[in-house]
């Protein structure tokens, strides 16, 4: 059973799954999508490391699936790593100057409240307004206000 049983299931589900699993790789890695190979190594290995031990799997599917996920995130987190560490002072000026152009334009784009409240008033009629005033201005109570 051991080890013709593993290479019998890992051929089948590499057949079955192996590119929908790389186009989730793919996919999931966003720009470091050069590590999506060795996401894919990674996994299908993991996978038939733990049927050589004797494990059976319901669903390989899900287990690959769940797999190749960790491998994506910790192939990003290194990723990143690695790519701040190397980055130039130019490169890093430019990241620096588009950051804060994004919080820039993130702080104009965001939704003013009291602009909103005041639109929102305005089309009260004379009565409500003034029910707006005794209640949220003023702060009385149902029962003052009745």
Do not use: H, W
């Not at 130019?90 to 639109?119: G, H, W």
């Amino acid at each position: 059973m051991g080890k013709s049983y593993a290479d019998g299931q890992l051929e089948l589900a590499f057949e079955q799954y192996s590119k929908a699993i790389e186009k989730f790789c793919y996919t999931r890695l966003g720009e470091a999508n050069e590590l999506c190979a060795d996401c894919v190594q990674d996994t299908y290995c993991l996978f038939y490391r733990k049927l050589l031990d004797g494990e059976r799997f319901e669903n390989p599917r899900a287990f690959l699936y769940k797999t190749a996920n960790i491998t994506v995130l910790k192939a990003k987190e290194k990723y990143y790593k690695e790519a701040s560490r190397t980055k130039g002072l130019d490169e890093a000026q430019n990241v620096a100057v588009y950051v804060e152009d994004e919080i820039e334009r993130e702080e104009e784009e965001r939704f003013d409240v009291d602009k909103a409240k005041n639109i929102l008033i305005s089309q009260l009629n004379e009565n409500e307004k003034e029910l707006y005033q005794m209640k949220y201005v003023e702060k009385k109570s149902l029962k003052e206000i009745g």
